[in-house]
């Protein structure tokens, strides 16, 4: 594969292609039948270009002349979009038509070359930009090569181009006309097929034609090399004197599908775009608000807390206290029941234990004499605040090696007493 070149110059006819890079010819190819676009993108598949300038022949671009016209440069572009625009010819969406101006040498007269791409230089030109994503040239080879003509001596000029012949008539380096010449009458272009063909009987028609390199042996008027094209359509527009090429639209008006999609699209993003900040902008203010508020929620609730804590603290004085004045009033009514009991007991019994359960009373005694138990038992009945006394359990046991009687009395007492 080649290394990455600037510009690839590419001569185009009808059955060969030439492909010169940094001003070599690396490739002529000839082919046994008309050329494709296919061919040409075979060929370029194996470089790397940023720009190709494809200098095309018929059939890959009609051409049409105008011979003397007197207009501004800022007015031909609209006089070949209005005059020569190609109605008749049946075109694609994709062609542009093309206009070259002739500055000449009378004030105010120029001649005027136009051209319109045929359905194969568009395909050509689409597949190598879908292929290399480059920059794709598109110029008429007779356009390129008419400078080099002009300053002939003779005013009747027969060019041979790389497979098309166009005859040429020109007056003090003013162009006059061109004829494209059909094949069958290119390959034998004579004095008297010329003279039957194009009513000409002139000795003075010179023939050039397009070389590759010419040789010591050819004379420089006779040939026109394309070394020469090359260098002088790279300074073409550096002179303002120069002819010059350029792109136009054409008259009618059609509606391109990828323009309006592309349009279509643009607007697309241009509404999400402004739909995305607007939704952005009102997102942060709502996530201020909503801060906002969590905050006033978050301090609302630190005020609620503290307030549960507070009447906690309350609730939890008041319990207490209450449980104190209960405490205080029940230690008075056992302390004054108690007493109401024990104070009638014999000095020969004691009290062991003191069980006081809602209403009921347990108490464990102990004596030395058993006959003491009923006498105990009245005693405690004859309270006023007993309602009925049990004997629940009596034993004998051993207490400092003497013998004692415990038992358990279970006292009920009377309700209205708290």
Same mark, same amino acid.
């Given at each position: ?41 075979? &060929? ?115 060019? *041979? ?51 590759? *390199? ?19 359509? %790279? ?14 639209? &054409? ?44 905050? &006033? ?18 609730? *939890? ?51 030395? %004499? ?35 009687? &415990? ?12």
């Amino acid at each position: 594969m080649l290394k990455q070149k600037l510009i690839c110059y590419a001569f185009i006819g009808r059955y060969e292609a030439w492909f010169v890079i940094e001003d070599q010819v690396v490739s002529v190819n000839t082919w046994p039948e008309q050329l494709k676009s296919a061919d040409i993108i075979e &060929k370029c598949t194996s470089w790397s270009f940023s720009k190709i300038i494809l200098f095309l022949e018929f059939p890959w671009i009609l051409l049409a002349f105008e011979p003397i016209i007197s207009l501004s440069r800022t007015d031909i572009s609209q006089y070949s979009r209005n005059i020569l625009s190609f109605h008749n010819s049946s075109t694609t969406s994709f062609e542009k038509v093309g206009a070259c101006l002739f500055d000449l040498t009378e004030k105010n007269k120029k001649g005027l070359l136009c051209a319109s791409l045929s359905s194969q230089s568009v395909e050509l030109i689409g597949n190598l930009q879908k292929r290399r994503k480059i920059k794709i040239r598109p110029v008429p080879l007779l356009y390129a090569c008419i400078f080099e003509l002009l300053p002939e001596k003779s005013d009747s000029i027969l060019f *041979h181009g790389i497979n098309q012949t166009a005859f040429i008539t020109k007056q003090q380096d003013i162009l006059q006309k061109i004829i494209l010449l059909p094949e069958s009458v290119a390959k034998d272009a004579n004095d008297s097929i010329l003279a039957d063909y194009l009513n000409i009987y002139s000795q003075e028609t010179h023939t050039f034609c397009l070389s590759e *390199h010419p040789s010591a042996e050819e004379e420089a008027a006779t040939s026109v090399p394309m070394s020469a094209i090359i260098e002088r359509w %790279k300074r073409g527009k550096k002179s303002s004197s120069s002819p010059f090429w350029w792109e136009v639209q &054409k008259k009618s008006f059609r509606v391109r599908w990828r323009n309006v999609a592309v349009l279509g699209w643009v607007g697309m993003m241009l509404i999400l775009f402004v739909w995305y900040f607007s939704v952005k902008r009102t997102n942060e203010q709502m996530r201020q608000q909503l801060n906002q508020s969590i905050q &006033k929620i978050q301090e609302d609730q630190a005020k609620i807390d503290r307030f549960k804590a507070y009447v906690e603290k309350q609730n *939890h004085f008041l319990k207490i206290n209450t449980l104190y004045q209960h405490l205080q009033a029940s230690s008075g009514v056992v302390k004054r029941m108690l007493q109401q009991l024990i104070n009638p007991m014999t000095p020969d019994a004691w009290i062991e234990r003191i069980k006081y359960e809602g209403n009921q009373l347990h108490l464990t005694i102990l004596t030395l %004499k058993t006959s003491l138990i009923p006498e105990i038992i009245d005693q405690m009945t004859a309270a006023p605040v007993v309602k009925n006394v049990f004997l629940k359990s009596q034993q004998l046991i051993q207490l400092d090696q003497q013998e004692v009687v &415990k038992f358990t009395l279970q006292i009920d007492l009377k309700t209205n007493e708290k």
